[in-house]
């Protein structure tokens, strides 16, 4: 039952061999035996997802069932949920409990799927090892001395130790995509704009998007479908008709133009990951694709234009905890002035004070045109390579991280080192594209996770190729032993 997909539990609970409260419970009981050891969850509810279940299967009984009504679920602690302590893994949001649903959190509900917890993550995801959270570092079930990614690092290692079937996360600079590969999963950032911001508590703005992670793709279509859809309350949510993102799930790979950008098979990819992403080529090749060389000239500026951006964005984003309206508030202070510093200063952990100094640095007068408004030109150079390539492939493929997962605690005292995982994920934050990743492997041990990048809103194709590759190989359903 642990290793069944979304659509095959769907079945299961349609045709009556299982209830949502009996599948609700398998699934606490793994948490339960397996979250101590993984951190994956910084808050379980065993009460309310029961009751959840409960509802999922009245609706049931009532003759009110989709295809996700009744399955377990995890949400990231960055998306707001009513009632549940929504923390970001910040100290600043130990205590708060939050007095709505997000978006996203909203439609999932309303597709009747059972929150179970709220999952670990990056300090207000601001990370790629999951190790900045105040609650403490996640582990990789593949092996609990090595990080699971990040920052939605709780979501990756609750799905691979199948603790869950699926879970939300949010892709800022690749965080649904690296800790996805660095666990073995699937995992879509849709188009900027597709999901709703609203009740996201937000990093960097113009690139934050929530998303799906689950094991195969066909899954992530399934969650995508409830995911997606315009919401007045966020500015940049789009205003398109609904899609169904499962429509080209059959659709053959003959003469799809996969294109390879030789900047992300050139220096500094590790070996053994190289040879399973070209293992996994030649398998799409021998499905009927093409490949294409193309370039991304300008690929090798997004991790300095990202870490401008994103930490500009950042520091206006996060001034609003500030010790008043909610969130942390330090117990000794003189006057304002000095409640507004020793709060901040209390509520957050190095890496956010080292993102909110930067920000506010590369937005200061003098200093705002080197820095923020080249950053945003670059930004546009790296949008414009992608549209030049697209008019030579269909889809871009690629490693997603370049090497696999690494120690814990091997990176934390070189934030360069640490931000360099993004290589390959930035650009499509940067120029607002839909990417994912899927497994296609291991290297020594661990797996390697294969990166796709569509065009704008092109995600159903992404998915039908991702799931034409998993119709032919068994990656995604693999489990780390001993579960
Ligand atoms: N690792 C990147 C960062 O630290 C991206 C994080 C994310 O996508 N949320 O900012």
């Known amino acids: 039952m642990i290793n069944l997909s979304l659509s095959?539990?769907?079945?299961?609970?349609?045709?009556?061999?299982?209830?949502?409260?009996?599948?609700?419970?398998?699934?606490?009981?793994?948490?339960?035996?397996?979250?101590?050891?993984?951190?994956?969850?910084?808050?379980?509810?065993?009460?309310?997802?029961?009751?959840?279940?409960?509802?999922?299967?009245?609706?049931r009984a009532a003759g009110r069932?989709?295809?996700?009504?009744?399955?377990?679920?995890?949400?990231?602690?960055?998306?707001?949920?009513?009632?549940?302590?929504?923390?970001?893994?910040?100290?600043?949001?130990?205590?708060?409990?939050?007095?709505?649903?997000?978006?996203v959190v909203g439609l999932l509900q309303d597709a009747g799927m059972v929150l179970v917890g709220k999952t670990n993550m990056d300090e207000f995801a601001m990370g790629s090892s999951n190790e900045t959270s105040y609650f403490g570092p996640v582990k990789n079930p593949w092996d609990h001395t090595m990080v699971p990614g990040g920052s939605s690092g709780g979501s990756?290692?609750?799905?691979?130790?199948?603790?869950?079937?699926?879970?939300?996360?949010?892709?800022?600079?690749?965080?649904?995509?690296?800790?996805?590969?660095?666990?073995?999963?699937?995992?879509?950032?849709?188009?900027?704009?597709?999901?709703?911001?609203?009740?996201?508590?937000?990093?960097?703005?113009?690139?934050?998007?929530?998303?799906?992670?689950?094991?195969?793709?066909?899954?992530?279509?399934?969650?995508?479908?409830?995911?997606?859809?315009?919401?007045?309350?966020?500015?940049?949510?789009?205003?398109?008709?609904a899609e169904n993102y499962t429509r080209l799930l059959g659709e053959p790979l003959a003469g799809l133009r996969i294109g390879l950008p030789r900047e992300y098979f050139a220096a500094?990819?590790?070996?053994?990951?190289?040879?399973?992403?070209?293992?996994?080529?030649?398998?799409?090749?021998?499905?009927?694709?093409?490949?294409?060389?193309?370039?991304?000239?300008?690929?090798?500026?997004?991790?300095?234009?990202?870490?401008?951006?994103?930490?500009?964005?950042?520091?206006?984003?996060?001034?609003?905890?500030?010790?008043?309206?909610?969130?942390?508030?330090?117990?000794?202070?003189?006057?304002?002035?000095?409640m507004y510093c020793r709060s901040r200063a209390e509520g957050f952990g190095a890496e956010v004070k080292r993102r909110i100094l930067i920000g506010t640095y590369v937005l200061s007068h003098g200093y705002y045109d080197a820095y923020y408004l080249q950053a945003?030109?670059?930004?546009?150079?790296i949008a414009r390579d992608f549209q030049a390539a697209f008019e030579h492939c269909d889809l871009i493929m690629g490693p997603t991280a370049p090497d696999v997962a690494f120690p814990l605690g091997a990176k934390s005292a070189d934030p360069v080192q640490m931000y360099l995982n993004d290589i390959y994920t930035i650009a499509a934050n940067l120029a607002g594209l839909p990417g994912m990743s899927i497994p296609c492997g291991f290297a020594r041990g661990l797996p390697v996770g294969l990166q796709l990048v569509g065009a704008w809103f092109d995600e159903a194709r992404m998915l039908g190729a991702a799931h034409q590759y998993q119709l032919n190989t068994d990656w995604h359903r693999a489990m780390p032993a001993g579960l």
Not at 376 to 381: F, H, P, S, V
């Open 8 to 59: 095959e539990l769907g079945a299961a609970l349609a045709a009556g061999q299982i209830s949502s409260v009996e599948l609700t419970q398998l699934f606490l009981d793994r948490c339960a035996r397996e979250n101590p050891r993984l951190n994956a969850f910084i808050c379980l509810d065993q009460a309310r997802a029961l009751d959840a279940a409960r509802a999922a299967d009245a609706a």
């Open 65 to 103: 069932a989709g295809p996700l009504t009744g399955i377990p679920l995890a949400h990231k602690d960055i998306f707001c949920a009513r009632g549940w302590r929504t923390t970001c893994a910040s100290r600043m949001l130990e205590n708060f409990v939050s007095p709505y649903d997000a978006h």
């Open 156 to 241: 990756a290692a609750a799905i691979a130790a199948r603790l869950v079937p699926a879970a939300t996360g949010t892709d800022t600079g690749g965080s649904i995509r690296q800790p996805a590969a660095l666990c073995g999963l699937s995992g879509l950032k849709p188009t900027y704009g597709v999901c709703s911001r609203y009740g996201m508590i937000a990093f960097a703005s113009s690139l934050d998007q929530a998303g799906p992670m689950a094991k195969s793709a066909e899954d992530c279509a399934l969650m995508l479908n409830a995911m997606a859809g315009f919401d007045a309350r966020d500015s940049t949510s789009l205003d398109r008709p």
């Open 268 to 338: 500094g990819l590790d070996a053994g990951v190289h040879a399973v992403v070209d293992a996994a080529l030649d398998q799409f090749r021998k499905l009927g694709a093409v490949t294409v060389d193309i370039s991304l000239p300008n690929s090798g500026l997004s991790v300095p234009a990202y870490y401008v951006i994103a930490p500009a964005e950042a520091s206006s984003n996060l001034s609003r905890f500030d010790g008043v309206r909610y969130g942390h508030r330090a117990a000794d202070y003189s006057d304002l002035a000095d």
């Open 376 to 381: 945003q030109k670059i930004r546009r150079l």
